[in-house]
DNA sequence: GATGAATGAGTTTTCATTCAT
DNA sequence: GATGAATGAAAACTCATTCAT
C-alpha cells in the first residue's frame, strides 16, 4: 500500500530495485520453465506462471512482451546451458575415447537432471524451431559444440582407438538420441514393455547399454 | 471399422452414401490425425478436424464422446498399425542378422512414412501416457512385439552371429531411438548442425548410419 | 432388419399396427413423464425420451410435433389422472366428515405414489402454466373437482359437522399445500431439519399431522 | 460482501469505480439470482447474468468458477438471507401466540417480497439439493431456527395457550407450505380454480386463511 | 410407420492480453 | 515497478430438430 522513494532515489535504492527486478525475472523464467515443460508451449497457462513465480501477469508482458517471446527466452537459455556445460567438461584435455565415455555420461546425467530440457525441445520441435530459428547466440553456440565434437574424433583415430570416417554430426544425433528418446517416451515404453523404465537399476542399466552402444559404434576396427 | 455385407444387399445401397457411420467415422479419424499430429492433443482444434473430415462438429461427440476420448482412438488406432505391420514382416522366417536389418529399415520406413505417429507418441507422453494406461488392446499387442524380438536375439545367438545377454528391450528403444529422434528432432536439429537433415541423402545416409551402429551392437565378438 | 407387411395388409394386420402405434405413443409418453419429472421441461433430453421409450426419435416428432408439446401432453394427462382419481373417490356418498379425511389422504398418497405429478407441476409453473393455459379440457376436469369440494362443504355445515364459512378453493390448496410442499422439498427440507423425511416412520407421521391441521381447521366450533 | 474501510482512505477512492471486485461480485449475484429463479439452473443463460450484471462473462468464472457453483453462492446467499430476517424478528421477547402469528406473517411477506427464494428453492430441489448438501454455514443457521421454534412452541405451553405435543418440525414445515405452496404454484392454480390468485384481496384473504389454520393447529383446546 | 445419421445454432468455458490505479 | 480487475475472441461441447433411406 505505501510507495517510498517516491522521489530522490539513493543509489543504494536503485541498485536494490536493479536487484529485484532481476529476481522477478529469473523467478518467471524459472516458474516458465517447469509450465512448459509440462504442458508444452499452447497447454501452458500465464496464470499458472504468474502464481509459481509470485509476480503479476503484468510483469510478464513487461518483461518478455508475450507468452511466445518468454517460451523462446526460456528455450535460448536451456540451449545455451547445456552448450556451457559441455564446454566446461574440458574433454580437449582427456584421452579421445575417456572424453567420449564422458561425453556420453553427461549427456545422460544432463537429461536425468534437467527433465525440463527436452520436453522443451519437443514442443519447439513441434513448432518446427519456429522461435529458435531466429537466435543468433544459438548458432554460435552450435558451432562451438560441433567442432568440439569433431576434434574429439579426429584425436581418437590419430590415437588409433576410434575408427576413421565417422561422422560427427551422425554420432552426436546417435548419442542424443539413445538417451533423450529412452527418457521422453518413458510413459509409453512403460506400457510396451511393461517396465518401471525409472527405477535406479533401469536407469544404471540403460546407461551401461548406452556407452556400450557408442563404444562399439566407434572403436577402430580389431580393437 | 470395416462392415461387411450381410448376404443380399444390392449394389444400390452398397453405393457411396453420405449417410454412412462407419465412413463417417473413419474420415473423422484420420482427420483428426493429421490434426493432433500437427498441433497435439491441446492444440487440436475440434473445428478444424470436423471440417477436415467433412463431418459435422456434433458428428465428433456422438461417436467419440470428447476430444480427448478421439485422441485415445487415434492413438491406439496408431499404435496397433505399427504392431500389426512389424508381424506381417515375417521376421521369424528369415535368418537372424537378416530379420534385424530388416526391422531396422522397417521402423525407419514406417517412421518416415507415418510422421504422425511420431508427434502422437510425443503428444501422449507429454501427457504421461494417460491415455494408453487404459488400453487393454495395446497390452496385447506389445506383448507379441517384444516376444518376437526376444525370439529373434535368441536364434541368432544360436547361430552364431549375436552376442549372447542382449536385452531384448534395450535393443527394441535403441532401434526406434535412432530412428525417431533423428526425425522428430529435425527442426532443432537443423538448426544445431546447420544442415538439411530431411534430404533424400541424407535419410539415406542416416539409415546406414543407423545399420551399422545396430549391426555393431549385437554382432558376435570376433566377427 | 425384416420389413413383413409391405402390400396386401389384412385387417388383422391393420388392427396390430393401430395397436402398435397406440402402444408407441404410450411409451414416450411414459418416458417423458419421467425424463421431464426428473429434469423438467428444460433439462429433458430427447435423446434420452427416445431411448427410454425404446422409440425412434423421429417418432416423437411424428406424434408430437415438438419436444414442449410433449410436454404439454404429459401435463395435461397428469392433471386428467389425477382428477379423474378423484371422480372416483365417490365422497359424495360418504359422510363429509369421513369424506374430507378420505380425500386428505388420497391426495397425500396420490403425490407419494406419483412423484412425477408434482415435478411436472413445478415446471409448468416456473413456465408460467403457459401449456395448461390453452387446455380445454382440464378446464372442464377443474371445474367438476372444485364443485365436488364445495359441495362437500356445503354437506358438513348441514351435518352440523363443519364450520360455515370456509372458502373451497383455500381449504383446497391448502390439503394441497402441506402434502406437495413436504414432498416437493424434501431434499432441502433433509437439510434444514436435519432428518429423513422419507422414512415409513416419517410420512406416517406427516399424514397424521395433515389430518389433524385439516380437520381442526374445517370442525364447527364447540366439537 | 461488505468491505468496510481501513482507516485513513480518502473519500476520492471511495467513490464508484468500475474496477471494484467485491461490486462486481455483488452485481454478479444479483443478476443471477433473478435469471435462476427465472429460468432454473439448467435454463439460466450465463451470458444473461453477465449482461444483467454489466460484467464481463470472464468474471462469473474468475468469481465463482462455473455456473453451477454460481448457483450454489446463490442458493446459500438466500439461505442465509430468510434465516437472518427470522432471527431479527425477535420473537423470544413476545407472548408465544403473538409470536407465533408473528411469523406465519413473516413468512408470508418474505415469500411476497423474495419471489425469487421460491423458485430458487424449487429447483435445488429438482437437484435432490446437491448444492446445500456441502454447506455448513446452512447447517449451522438451520439449527438455530429449529430451536426457536421449539423454544416458541415450549413457550406457548407454559403459557396455556398451546397444546402440548406439537412437533415443531412438522409446524414449520406446515406454516412454509400454505404460503409456500399458494406461491410457487399460483400459476397453475389459476386455471384451476379459474381466479386471479394474486390480487391484493386475494392475498390478504389468503394470509387470513392461513393464520386461522395454524392459530386452530396449535391452541389449547378449549380455548 | 420406422430408422438413425446429420446439422446449425447456441451454450458454457477458457485464456492471452490490456487497463485503471 | 507493481497490482489485480476486466475484456474479447475463440474453444469445447450440447441439443432440438430434420433428412435420406
Redesign the pocket.
Known amino acids: 500500500m505505501f510507495?517510498t522513494n517516491d522521489q530522490g532515489r539513493s543509489e543504494v535504492t536503485e541498485k536494490r530495485?536493479?536487484r529485484?527486478?532481476d529476481a522477478?525475472r529469473l523467478r518467471i523464467m524459472q516458474a516458465a520453465k517447469k509450465e512448459f515443460a509440462k504442458h508444452g508451449l499452447g497447454?501452458?497457462?500465464?496464470?499458472e506462471i504468474a502464481e509459481r513465480a509470485k509476480?503479476?501477469?503484468?510483469?510478464?508482458?513487461?518483461y518478455f512482451g508475450?507468452?511466445?517471446k518468454l517460451f523462446k527466452a526460456v528455450l535460448e537459455a536451456a540451449y545455451l546451458d547445456i552448450r556451457n556445460a559441455e564446454q566446461k567438461l574440458d574433454l580437449d584435455s582427456m584421452p579421445a575415447e575417456k572424453a567420449l565415455e564422458h561425453l556420453v555420461r553427461f549427456t545422460w546425467d544432463y537429461y536425468l537432471k534437467n527433465p525440463e530440457f527436452i520436453t522443451l525441445v519437443n514442443s519447439e520441435n513441434l513448432h518446427r524451431a519456429r522461435h529458435l530459428k531466429k537466435s543468433e547466440v544459438i548458432a554460435v553456440a552450435s558451432r562451438k559444440f560441433v567442432s568440439m565434437m569433431q576434434n574429439l574424433l579426429d584425436r581418437g583415430v590419430q590415437e588409433g582407438v576410434f575408427r576413421p570416417g565417422i561422422d560427427a554430426t551422425q554420432l552426436n544425433i546417435t548419442i542424443a538420441a539413445i538417451g533423450y528418446y529412452y527418457l521422453t517416451n518413458r510413459f509409453t515404453g512403460a506400457i510396451v514393455f511393461e517396465r518401471d523404465l525409472m527405477t535406479p537399476d533401469a536407469l544404471e542399466e540403460r546407461l551401461a547399454f548406452n556407452l556400450d552402444t557408442i563404444m562399439r559404434l566407434v572403436r577402430a576396427d580389431g580393437l
Open positions: 510507495r530495485k536493479t529485484d527486478a522477478t497447454g501452458a497457462r500465464v496464470d509476480a503479476n501477469k503484468r510483469m510478464i508482458y513487461h508475450s507468452k511466445e
